[in-house]
């Protein structure tokens, strides 16, 4: 399967506790994008990566949330002492090149706060 | 605030008609526009992306971009049940990094067989 993989597809967790949500891109892609679906609303940007650069992090939550994509391995999402609010689907997509280049989504994670 | 713009819907039509979707879009210097289709509890997959004024046709699927009315639209022909989903327009917005699609809240499709 060559497209963009998510894992864990599900994730539950207790407010205050850590969540890392991981995206390994299409082969051969380097740009990394995450978003963020809350329940019946849009999908809105968070970040976008490049190999251990943070391109554009304009969407980003300045406290509790971090993104990195390392040189080697997936890239990963970290929500730090979650919060009922943080509750979503979080979609990553890849594209071959960078800027306005077509975006390919992966499954998501589908996070619970309890 | 850049935004884009779209029907919520729902939008209803029998199958084996046209469906119109609609979408207009604040930033006038955007240049590249993405469909994508999100069924429900699903990702967005990609339908077609369009760059240039006129239409852009795949299958059943066509695409109409109007930069000076900052409008772009997307046709599907013999609409099939399969094709209820909600429809995603998405445009990265001019300067930056571009890679922040902007998308709209989506316009939720219903074919009637």
């Known amino acids: 399967n060559a497209g963009v993989m998510q894992n864990p597809r599900h994730l539950v967790r207790r407010r205050g506790q850590e969540a890392r949500l991981r995206c390994s891109p299409m082969?051969?892609?380097?740009?990394v994008y995450w978003y963020r679906q809350l329940p019946e609303e849009g999908l809105k940007f968070m970040v976008y990566?490049?190999?251990?650069?943070?391109?554009?992090e304009s969407g980003m939550p300045k406290e509790r949330f971090s993104a990195e994509f390392p040189k080697e391995g997936p890239s990963i999402l970290r929500i730090q002492q979650v919060v009922r609010g943080d509750s979503a689907a979080y979609f990553c997509?890849?594209?071959?090149?960078?800027?306005?280049?077509?975006?390919?989504f992966g499954p998501g994670t589908r996070l619970t706060v309890l | 605030q850049k935004e884009v713009e779209q029907n919520s819907g729902p939008l209803s039509v029998p199958e084996g008609a046209i469906a119109s979707l609609n979408c207009t879009y604040s930033?006038?210097?955007?240049?590249?526009f993405f469909w994508y289709r999100q069924y429900s509890g699903k990702s967005p997959e990609l339908i077609m992306s369009?760059?240039?004024?006129g239409d852009k046709e795949d299958g059943r699927f066509t695409a109409q971009l109007n930069k000076a009315s900052q409008y772009v639209s997307l046709l599907i022909r013999d609409s099939q049940p399969s094709d209820s989903a909600t429809y995603l327009c998405?445009?990265?917005?001019?300067?930056?990094?571009?890679?922040?699609?902007?998308f709209g809240k989506g316009t939720k499709l219903s074919v009637k067989p």
């Open positions: 997509a890849s594209s071959l090149t960078s800027g306005a280049d077509t975006q390919y």
């Open positions: 082969k051969g892609h380097s740009h």
């Open positions: 990566l490049q190999k251990e650069n943070i391109i554009d």
């Open positions: 930033d006038r210097g955007s240049q590249s």
């Open positions: 369009i760059y240039s004024n």
């Open positions: 998405a445009v990265p917005p001019s300067g930056g990094s571009q890679g922040n699609l902007i």
